[in-house]
């Protein structure tokens, strides 16, 4: 089969597409005729091993796990003996991630733990977009930040991939809904649901005098203390994105203050990473079936033009999600 590798850290000319040996699937994998896939940053932060914190899950001089890929969406091509949920011809989606990562290939094998079924109403392209993205809006606003119907919550980030999920999943909670974006993002922000968008190339959020209970930074582009004055005394800030720099100085300082300011007052400013989940893969599920939320997509890319993909998905510029598709 052919699939995305690579045995050095670089840039997106590692990636190879190459000639390998279709996996077999253990006693509770499935394995998987991959039909899309989708990029997050994850993957570069991977394929370049940076920040260097990476290595250390990764391989400190050379990548142990030579093949990349978490989101994934297609057909079960087979399930392992003990796999009790699945059967081969499901439509499934749902996440490659440690030793199972390898999505970008025709085909894929994971846990039976990280997949669930693919709603009848979304593409193959749209399911894969959900993974990591999803979760971690959904985590972020339910889990960390204890979201409530009626309350104001504030996307920053609204137009990205984990931006276009938040602005969903809080409109579904029934919040009142704020997404910052760029000019060309704005309609597309207000069509996923968003009550009022803030174009940050004519105004500053943080200046505008309103507050909220709830905001959700999906860029870590603003400082604590922009963030601390928009949000009410009892509010919370949820960090799911922000810049990483090579040695991850600034984000773990970061992390530092923030603690601290949260014990010493009463609002709430808590990082987070997404954990796969089958629950919360089956809530997206019911959440896109339902009509709630459609994932939207930018731009698609075939299998061997995923060092591209990848080039265009590190600008930064993504409105929603990078999917790879496979016929």
Same mark, same amino acid.
């Given at each position: 089969?052919?699939?995305?590798v ?7 000319? =590692?990636l ?5 040996a279709?996996?077999t699937?253990?006693d ?15 993957d ?19 990548p142990k796990?030579t093949r990349?890929?978490?989101?994934v969406?297609?057909?079960v ?20 991630g440690?030793a ?5 290939a ?10 669930a079924?693919?709603?009848? $109403? ?15 809006a ?11 119907r009626g309350q $104001? ?11 276009t999920?938040?602005v969903? =999943? ?18 597309? +922000? ?14 500053d ?17 603003r400082?604590?203390? !922009?963030?601390r004055?928009?949000? $009410? ?11 990483? !720099?090579?040695?991850?100085i ?7 203050r923030a603690?601290?300011?949260s014990?010493l ?14 629950? !919360? ?16 997509? !930018? ?11 990848i ?10 999600? +990078? +999917?790879i598709?496979?016929?």
């Amino acid at each position: 089969m052919k699939a995305i590798v690579y045995y050095n850290y670089g840039s997106p000319y =590692v990636l190879q597409c190459e000639e390998i040996a279709k996996p077999t699937a253990g006693d509770n994998e499935v394995l998987i005729k991959v039909r899309a896939a989708a990029l997050n940053p994850y993957d570069w932060h991977f394929m370049r091993g940076l920040p260097y914190v990476v290595r250390v899950i990764a391989g400190l001089r050379k990548p142990k796990v030579t093949r990349l890929g978490f989101d994934v969406a297609g057909q079960v091509e087979e399930a392992g003996r003990n796999v009790t949920r699945f059967k081969p011809g499901d439509e499934v989606f749902g996440a490659c991630g440690g030793a199972f990562a390898g999505a970008f290939a025709e085909y894929a094998c994971t846990s039976e733990s990280a997949l669930a079924m693919k709603p009848d $109403n979304v593409t193959f392209e749209q399911a894969a977009a959900v993974p990591m993205a999803a979760l971690t809006a959904l985590q972020g606003l339910r889990d960390k930040g204890h979201i409530q119907r009626g309350q $104001n919550v504030l996307v920053n980030g609204a137009a990205g991939g984990v931006g276009t999920f938040a602005v969903q =999943v809080a409109k579904s909670f029934g919040a009142e809904v704020t997404g910052v974006c760029s000019t060309r993002n704005v309609d597309m +922000v207000r069509s996923i649901g968003a009550g009022h968008v803030i174009d940050y190339t004519q105004q500053d959020f943080t200046k505008s005098g309103q507050r909220y209970d709830l905001i959700l930074d999906a860029v870590g582009n603003r400082s604590l203390s !922009d963030y601390r004055r928009v949000l $009410n005394p009892k509010g919370i800030l949820v960090m799911a994105g922000g810049q990483a !720099d090579r040695w991850m100085i600034g984000p773990v300082a970061r992390a530092l203050r923030a603690g601290l300011l949260s014990r010493l007052g009463n609002q709430k400013l808590v990082g987070m990473l997404a954990r796969a989940s089958k629950e !919360d893969l089956t809530f997206m599920h019911d959440l896109m079936a339902t009509g709630k939320v459609t994932p939207m997509i !930018d731009r698609r890319y075939s299998l061997s033009e995923v060092p591209e993909a990848i080039r265009y998905l590190e600008k930064g510029h993504a409105r929603g999600k +990078v +999917v790879i598709t496979l016929d």
